[in-house]
């Protein structure tokens, strides 16, 4: 199974501020058919996950553009331009490349 | 806009089987994997395995040998039976849908608890 491993685990935020949460995979996340399948997803409490960007940087229907990702091959960021406190939740990666798919054991994001 | 709307039993005995279905809303049954991931208490989030329209499934190696996802598309529902629980199966399991040309898990129900406990 691809392991992936987020870093930091809990990120204090100041509201208006950026932050940036890391996301490495044990192995290379290029798929057969030459697309990168890294997503990320939030979860506020008491919720589902929600979708924010998929193929590793392309932003899902709805989710501001304060959300962005980047990377490539084993390393993925997720940028919040100007936190707000609606973003106060759990941020996850997950990969889409290979099965099983995997999450990352999340990010707290706390203001 | 797509709905999942999940139900089945929240309370088991170790040894029992879990049984969940999820009926989808709005939106086309084909063309999407229709996918388990469950999350214990607190923790994070563990994909089970998926099934599309035809039938085609995909199993976590890990569950495999317990696991069965079903679909009905006479009613645009799937099911999760997972046999044989432990305490260790405990968790909030969700339904959700996978997009097939991006790879990603673009809609999810609102999740059941399930606790196993003797």
């Known amino acids: 199974d691809i392991v992936m491993t987020q870093t930091p685990l809990s990120s204090p935020v100041t509201l208006g501020q950026p932050a940036s949460i890391s996301c490495r995979s044990s192995?290379?996340?290029?798929?057969?058919?030459?697309?990168?399948?890294l997503s990320w997803l939030q979860q506020r409490p008491g919720q589902p996950p929600r979708l924010l960007i998929y193929?590793?940087?392309d932003r899902f229907s709805g989710v501001p553009d304060r959300f962005s990702g980047s990377g490539a091959g084993t390393d993925f960021t997720l940028e919040i331009s100007r936190v707000e406190a609606e973003d106060v939740a759990v941020y996850y990666c997950?990969?889409?490349?290979?099965?099983?798919?995997?999450f990352g054991q999340g990010t707290r994001l706390e203001i | 806009q797509v709905r999942l709307d999940q139900w089945g039993a929240g309370v088991l005995k170790p040894s029992e089987t879990l049984s969940l279905n999820c009926a989808v809303y709005?939106?086309?049954?084909?063309?999407?994997?229709w996918t388990w991931i469950r999350q214990p208490p607190g923790k994070g989030l563990e994909w089970i395995g998926e099934?599309?329209?035809?039938?085609?499934?995909n199993y976590s190696p890990s569950l495999k040998s317990r696991l069965t996802i079903s679909v009905d598309t006479s009613k645009n529902q799937f099911s999760l039976q997972l046999s044989s629980v432990t305490a260790a199966d405990t968790a909030v399991y969700h339904c959700?849908?996978?997009?097939?040309?991006?790879?990603?898990?673009?809609?999810w129900g609102q999740g059941t608890l399930v606790t196993v406990s003797s």
């Open positions: 709005g939106g086309s049954f084909s063309g999407y994997y």
């Open positions: 959700a849908r996978r997009v097939d040309y991006n790879n990603s898990i673009d809609s």
């Open positions: 192995q290379g996340l290029v798929h057969s058919d030459g697309n990168t399948y």
């Open positions: 193929k590793i940087s």
């Open positions: 997950m990969q889409g490349s290979q099965f099983p798919y995997t």
């Open positions: 099934i599309n329209h035809s039938g085609s499934t």
